[in-house]
Protein backbone atom coordinates (compact mmCIF):
# COMPACT_ATOMS: atom_id res chain seq x y z
CA UNK A 1 0.00 0.00 0.00
CA UNK A 2 1.64 3.38 -0.82
CA UNK A 3 0.83 6.02 1.52
CA UNK A 4 1.23 10.05 0.64
CA UNK A 5 3.01 12.56 3.54
CA UNK A 6 3.88 15.76 4.04
CA UNK A 7 6.85 17.01 6.07
CA UNK A 8 8.36 19.71 7.57
CA UNK A 9 11.71 19.99 8.41
CA UNK A 10 14.82 22.60 9.94
CA UNK A 11 17.09 21.72 7.12
CA UNK A 12 20.37 22.93 9.61
CA UNK A 13 19.33 19.43 11.85
CA UNK A 14 20.23 17.40 8.15
CA UNK A 15 22.72 16.76 6.13
CA UNK A 16 20.37 17.38 3.36
CA UNK A 17 17.29 15.04 2.42
CA UNK A 18 18.84 12.21 0.25
CA UNK A 19 19.84 9.63 2.63
CA UNK A 20 24.11 9.53 2.92
CA UNK A 21 25.82 6.95 4.49
CA UNK A 22 26.13 7.38 8.13
CA UNK A 23 24.98 10.89 7.83
CA UNK A 24 21.53 12.68 9.40
CA UNK A 25 19.48 12.85 6.98
CA UNK A 26 15.90 13.66 6.58
CA UNK A 27 15.42 10.51 4.83
CA UNK A 28 17.58 8.73 6.85
CA UNK A 29 15.70 9.52 9.98
CA UNK A 30 11.91 8.53 7.85
CA UNK A 31 13.16 5.41 6.95
CA UNK A 32 14.36 4.73 10.62
CA UNK A 33 11.17 5.18 12.08
CA UNK A 34 9.58 3.07 9.55
CA UNK A 35 11.74 0.25 10.10
CA UNK A 36 10.84 0.35 13.73
CA UNK A 37 7.03 0.41 13.06
CA UNK A 38 7.37 -2.30 10.31
CA UNK A 39 9.96 -4.17 11.06
CA UNK A 40 11.44 -3.80 7.18
CA UNK A 41 12.88 -0.96 5.03
CA UNK A 42 10.69 1.03 3.79
CA UNK A 43 11.80 3.37 1.21
CA UNK A 44 11.40 7.05 1.12
CA UNK A 45 10.66 8.93 -2.13
CA UNK A 46 10.36 13.05 -2.29
CA UNK A 47 8.55 15.55 -4.50
CA UNK A 48 12.08 17.62 -4.70
CA UNK A 49 15.71 16.71 -2.68
CA UNK A 50 17.17 19.70 -0.85
CA UNK A 51 20.55 20.16 -0.07
CA UNK A 52 22.21 20.23 3.62
CA UNK A 53 20.75 23.89 5.59
CA UNK A 54 17.69 23.89 3.29
CA UNK A 55 14.47 24.15 5.19
CA UNK A 56 10.54 22.69 3.88
CA UNK A 57 7.27 23.23 4.99
CA UNK A 58 5.66 21.15 2.56
CA UNK A 59 7.71 18.81 1.83
CA UNK A 60 5.68 15.75 0.15
CA UNK A 61 6.99 12.17 0.17
CA UNK A 62 5.64 8.90 -0.25
CA UNK A 63 6.30 5.25 1.08
CA UNK A 64 5.63 1.51 0.36
CA UNK A 65 4.11 -0.35 3.60
CA UNK A 66 1.69 -3.48 4.48
CA UNK A 67 -1.11 -1.87 5.99
CA UNK A 68 -1.89 1.28 7.88
CA UNK A 69 -0.90 1.05 11.38
CA UNK A 70 -3.40 2.15 14.17
CA UNK A 71 -1.90 5.72 14.85
CA UNK A 72 0.81 5.81 12.54
CA UNK A 73 0.68 9.13 12.21
CA UNK A 74 1.77 10.12 16.18
CA UNK A 75 4.01 7.06 16.42
CA UNK A 76 6.09 8.33 13.45
CA UNK A 77 6.30 11.29 14.89
CA UNK A 78 7.56 10.01 18.68
CA UNK A 79 10.62 8.12 16.00
CA UNK A 80 11.56 11.27 14.48
CA UNK A 81 13.83 14.10 15.70
CA UNK A 82 11.76 17.36 16.76
CA UNK A 83 13.07 18.81 14.00
CA UNK A 84 10.82 17.09 11.68
CA UNK A 85 7.64 16.46 11.49
CA UNK A 86 5.39 14.35 9.66
CA UNK A 87 2.45 16.64 8.86
CA UNK A 88 -0.24 14.39 7.59
CA UNK A 89 -0.44 10.96 6.22
CA UNK A 90 -3.23 9.21 3.96
CA UNK A 91 -3.51 6.34 1.20
CA UNK A 92 -1.96 7.85 -1.91
CA UNK A 93 -3.92 7.83 -5.27
CA UNK A 94 -3.14 4.53 -7.58
CA UNK A 95 0.43 5.22 -9.59
CA UNK A 96 0.97 8.21 -7.50
CA UNK A 97 4.66 9.03 -7.08
CA UNK A 98 5.70 12.37 -5.40
CA UNK A 99 8.67 13.39 -7.60
CA UNK A 100 7.12 12.06 -11.16
CA UNK A 101 3.41 13.27 -10.99
CA UNK A 102 4.34 16.37 -9.08
CA UNK A 103 3.63 19.08 -12.00
CA UNK A 104 5.34 22.26 -10.04
CA UNK A 105 7.69 23.39 -7.12
CA UNK A 106 7.17 26.40 -5.15
CA UNK A 107 10.38 27.50 -3.17
CA UNK A 108 10.53 31.02 -0.70
CA UNK A 109 13.47 32.32 -0.24
CA UNK A 110 13.83 35.08 3.12
CA UNK A 111 16.70 37.64 3.44
CA UNK A 112 17.59 39.70 6.26
CA UNK A 113 18.98 43.38 5.71
CA UNK A 114 18.65 44.70 9.69
CA UNK A 115 21.78 45.86 10.46
CA UNK A 116 21.88 44.06 13.66
CA UNK A 117 21.43 40.17 13.89
CA UNK A 118 18.58 38.90 15.39
CA UNK A 119 19.03 35.41 17.04
CA UNK A 120 15.70 34.22 16.38
CA UNK A 121 16.48 34.81 12.88
CA UNK A 122 19.70 32.45 13.18
CA UNK A 123 19.93 29.41 10.68
CA UNK A 124 16.76 30.69 9.26
CA UNK A 125 17.04 33.54 6.69
CA UNK A 126 20.52 35.12 4.51
CA UNK A 127 21.47 37.95 6.31
CA UNK A 128 22.24 40.61 4.22
CA UNK A 129 22.85 43.91 5.28
CA UNK A 130 23.78 45.35 1.38
CA UNK A 131 21.19 43.96 -0.08
CA UNK A 132 18.42 46.55 -1.63
CA UNK A 133 14.75 47.39 -0.90
CA UNK A 134 12.24 45.01 -2.63
CA UNK A 135 11.74 47.78 -5.35
CA UNK A 136 14.90 47.30 -6.59
CA UNK A 137 14.41 43.92 -8.12
CA UNK A 138 11.22 44.05 -9.44
CA UNK A 139 12.51 44.84 -13.28
CA UNK A 140 14.44 41.76 -13.43
CA UNK A 141 12.24 39.66 -12.02
CA UNK A 142 10.07 39.38 -15.27
CA UNK A 143 12.71 37.99 -17.08
CA UNK A 144 12.82 34.87 -15.50
CA UNK A 145 9.15 33.91 -16.21
CA UNK A 146 8.41 31.05 -19.02
CA UNK A 147 10.34 28.25 -20.43
CA UNK A 148 13.57 28.52 -20.83
CA UNK A 149 17.42 27.47 -20.79
CA UNK A 150 18.59 28.15 -16.37
CA UNK A 151 21.75 26.63 -17.46
CA UNK A 152 23.89 29.34 -16.16
CA UNK A 153 22.16 29.47 -12.34
CA UNK A 154 23.78 25.18 -12.27
CA UNK A 155 26.95 23.76 -12.26
CA UNK A 156 28.72 22.90 -15.70
CA UNK A 157 28.60 19.23 -15.30
CA UNK A 158 24.58 19.61 -15.19
CA UNK A 159 24.61 21.65 -18.68
CA UNK A 160 24.66 18.44 -20.75
CA UNK A 161 21.34 16.44 -18.61
CA UNK A 162 19.01 19.35 -20.11
CA UNK A 163 18.77 22.88 -18.09
CA UNK A 164 15.27 24.00 -19.82
CA UNK A 165 12.87 24.74 -16.89
CA UNK A 166 9.64 26.55 -17.19
CA UNK A 167 8.61 29.37 -14.20
CA UNK A 168 5.16 30.81 -13.84
CA UNK A 169 5.92 32.66 -10.78
CA UNK A 170 9.17 34.82 -9.01
CA UNK A 171 7.72 37.49 -7.15
CA UNK A 172 9.22 39.64 -3.94
CA UNK A 173 7.81 41.65 -1.53
CA UNK A 174 8.57 42.40 2.52
CA UNK A 175 6.88 40.69 4.99
CA UNK A 176 7.01 40.81 8.83
CA UNK A 177 9.05 37.75 10.59
CA UNK A 178 6.32 37.20 13.65
CA UNK A 179 8.91 35.86 15.57
CA UNK A 180 11.85 37.59 15.00
CA UNK A 181 9.81 40.91 14.32
CA UNK A 182 11.71 42.11 11.69
CA UNK A 183 10.78 42.57 7.90
CA UNK A 184 11.97 40.40 5.72
CA UNK A 185 12.47 40.06 1.42
CA UNK A 186 10.27 37.38 0.05
CA UNK A 187 11.15 35.85 -2.89
CA UNK A 188 8.61 33.29 -4.09
CA UNK A 189 9.64 31.05 -7.31
CA UNK A 190 7.15 28.22 -8.41
CA UNK A 191 8.48 26.11 -11.68
CA UNK A 192 7.52 22.72 -13.15
CA UNK A 193 11.27 21.35 -11.76
CA UNK A 194 14.78 23.34 -10.97
CA UNK A 195 17.71 22.31 -11.65
CA UNK A 196 20.39 21.38 -8.78
CA UNK A 197 21.37 24.78 -7.04
CA UNK A 198 19.09 26.75 -9.47
CA UNK A 199 17.32 29.01 -6.68
CA UNK A 200 20.18 29.44 -4.70
CA UNK A 201 22.00 30.62 -7.37
CA UNK A 202 19.30 32.91 -8.91
CA UNK A 203 19.43 34.77 -5.61
CA UNK A 204 22.90 35.09 -5.91
CA UNK A 205 22.57 36.92 -9.14
CA UNK A 206 19.10 39.20 -8.39
CA UNK A 207 21.55 40.53 -5.49
CA UNK A 208 24.65 40.89 -7.35
CA UNK A 209 22.97 42.84 -10.19
CA UNK A 210 20.70 44.65 -7.54
CA UNK A 211 23.66 45.80 -5.24
CA UNK A 212 26.36 46.50 -8.21
CA UNK A 213 24.20 47.36 -11.69
CA UNK A 214 22.74 50.47 -12.74
CA UNK A 215 18.74 50.38 -12.51
CA UNK A 216 18.19 50.49 -16.02
CA UNK A 217 21.09 47.61 -16.99
CA UNK A 218 19.95 45.14 -14.97
CA UNK A 219 17.17 43.21 -16.62
CA UNK A 220 19.18 43.18 -19.99
CA UNK A 221 22.34 42.04 -18.14
CA UNK A 222 20.20 39.02 -16.49
CA UNK A 223 19.12 38.43 -19.94
CA UNK A 224 22.66 37.76 -20.93
CA UNK A 225 23.75 36.25 -18.30
CA UNK A 226 20.65 33.66 -19.00
CA UNK A 227 21.59 33.32 -22.74
CA UNK A 228 25.52 32.60 -22.08
CA UNK A 229 24.66 29.39 -19.82
CA UNK A 230 27.89 30.05 -18.12
CA UNK A 231 28.11 29.85 -14.46
CA UNK A 232 31.08 32.28 -14.00
CA UNK A 233 28.83 34.82 -15.51
CA UNK A 234 26.08 34.43 -12.40
CA UNK A 235 26.21 35.40 -9.24
CA UNK A 236 27.22 33.72 -5.76
CA UNK A 237 25.33 30.52 -4.28
CA UNK A 238 23.12 32.06 -2.02
CA UNK A 239 23.38 30.34 1.32
CA UNK A 240 20.93 27.38 2.12
CA UNK A 241 19.63 28.88 5.21
CA UNK A 242 17.34 31.63 3.57
CA UNK A 243 15.43 28.56 1.74
CA UNK A 244 12.47 27.04 2.06
CA UNK A 245 10.39 24.25 -0.19
CA UNK A 246 6.70 25.31 0.27
CA UNK A 247 4.60 23.19 -1.97
CA UNK A 248 4.48 20.41 -4.28
CA UNK A 249 0.96 20.67 -6.49
CA UNK A 250 -0.28 17.47 -8.86
CA UNK A 251 -2.59 17.57 -11.04
CA UNK A 252 -6.46 17.85 -10.56
CA UNK A 253 -7.13 14.07 -10.95
CA UNK A 254 -8.87 11.40 -8.56
CA UNK A 255 -7.78 10.72 -4.99
CA UNK A 256 -5.08 13.65 -5.04
CA UNK A 257 -6.99 15.86 -2.63
CA UNK A 258 -8.34 13.46 -0.34
CA UNK A 259 -4.72 12.27 -0.03
CA UNK A 260 -3.84 15.37 1.49
CA UNK A 261 -1.97 16.92 -1.61
CA UNK A 262 -2.37 20.26 -3.20
CA UNK A 263 -3.82 20.71 -7.54
CA UNK A 264 -3.08 23.23 -9.59
CA UNK A 265 -6.02 23.27 -13.02
CA UNK A 266 -4.83 23.34 -16.24
CA UNK A 267 -0.58 23.69 -15.53
CA UNK A 268 1.66 23.03 -18.59
CA UNK A 269 3.18 19.42 -18.59
CA UNK A 270 6.32 18.63 -19.66
CA UNK A 271 7.71 15.63 -21.27
CA UNK A 272 10.49 15.14 -18.71
CA UNK A 273 9.36 15.74 -15.26
CA UNK A 274 13.18 16.30 -13.32
CA UNK A 275 13.61 17.67 -9.76
Not at 23 to 47: D, F, G, M, N, W
Request: glycine share 6%; net charge negative.
Amino acid sequence: MILAATVAYDGSSFAGFQLQKEIPTVQSHLEEALQVLYKQRCVIHCAGRTDAGVHATGQVISFDVPEIRPRLLPSLNALTPDTLTILNVQPAPEGFHPRFSCIARQYEYLISRSPGWNPFLRGRVWHRTSAPPAGEFQDMLPVLIGEQDFGAFTRPQYLDEGTRRYLDLVELDEKLDLLSGEPLLSFRIRGNAFLHNMIRIMIGTLMMLAEDCPPDERADRLRDILDSRERTRAGRTAPPQGLYFRRAYYPEEPGMEQAGLMTLADYPRFRSNPV
